[in-house]
C-alpha cells in the first residue's frame, strides 16, 4: 500500500513539474490604464486629416487596433509556438486613402514590469530596428498647438534608408499619445501636419 501511495506521490509530482513547465506562462507582463492609452485612443475607421505646407491634402484611415494585456496564467500555446512568455502590447494599424498599398503600423510592448515601454512602428518603409525603441517623449508645435506627448521617429531609432524603396523616402514622423499619427516629412522638405486637432 505504502509503495502505490509512493508511486503515486512521484506521478503527480511528474505531473506538476510537467505542467508548470508546459501549461504556465513563465513571465506576464501588464500595462497599466496610462500605458494602455497609446492604443485605447485610437479607433477603427478613425480618420485623420493633413495637409502640407504647399496646400496639399493627405487622410489617414485607422483600419485596426490590438491589445494584448492579459494575466491569465495558463498558456494554451506552448505546444503550438514553443511560447513561454506572455508579453504585454498593442498596435495601430493604418493606411493612407490616397495612395495605394500605402500603410503604417505602430506598436508598443511591455518587456518588463515596472521599466517603460518600447515602441516600434514604420511608416513609408521607414522601420523602427527589430528590438523596438525605448518610449522616450518630445514636444512638437503643430502651428500653434504644443504637444508634448510626442514619440518622434527619425534617425535616432529608424533604420537607414534604403534608396531602392523610394526616391522621396520619409525622414521622421511624429506619434502622439493622444492624437496618434501628427506629422510626417520627406527626405524633400515636404511636411504633412494634421489639421483636425
Not at 485607422?62 to 512568455?85: A, D, V, W
Not at 493604418?94 to 508598443?108: E, L
Amino acid at each position: 500500500m505504502k509503495r502505490f501511495f509512493k508511486k503515486k506521490w512521484i506521478f503527480l509530482m511528474l505531473f506538476i513539474v510537467w505542467f508548470y513547465h508546459s501549461c504556465v506562462f513563465h513571465k506576464i507582463t501588464h500595462m497599466n490604464g496610462e500605458e494602455l492609452e497609446w492604443i485605447t485612443n485610437r479607433q477603427k475607421g478613425e480618420i485623420l486629416y493633413f495637409k502640407s505646407q504647399y496646400g496639399d491634402l493627405d487622410t489617414v484611415v485607422i483600419y485596426s487596433t490590438h491589445i494584448y494585456n492579459s494575466l491569465n496564467p495558463i498558456n494554451f500555446e506552448h505546444f503550438e509556438t514553443g511560447r513561454t512568455e506572455s508579453l504585454a502590447g498593442g498596435a495601430v494599424q493604418y493606411y493612407f486613402s490616397d495612395m495605394d498599398g500605402v500603410q503604417g503600423y505602430f506598436g508598443i510592448i511591455k518587456l518588463h514590469n515596472g521599466k517603460p515601454l518600447q515602441v516600434s512602428g514604420h511608416l513609408f518603409y521607414r522601420f523602427v530596428s527589430d528590438a523596438g525603441a525605448p518610449l522616450k517623449l518630445s514636444s512638437i508645435n503643430i502651428g500653434d498647438i504644443t504637444l508634448d506627448d510626442v514619440i518622434l521617429f527619425d534617425d535616432s531609432n529608424l533604420k537607414p534608408i534604403e534608396p531602392e524603396k523610394s526616391d522621396n523616402p520619409v525622414l521622421e514622423y511624429a506619434w502622439s499619445k493622444k492624437y496618434g499619427l501628427v506629422q510626417y516629412e520627406f527626405l524633400d522638405g515636404t511636411i504633412f501636419s494634421r489639421i483636425d486637432i
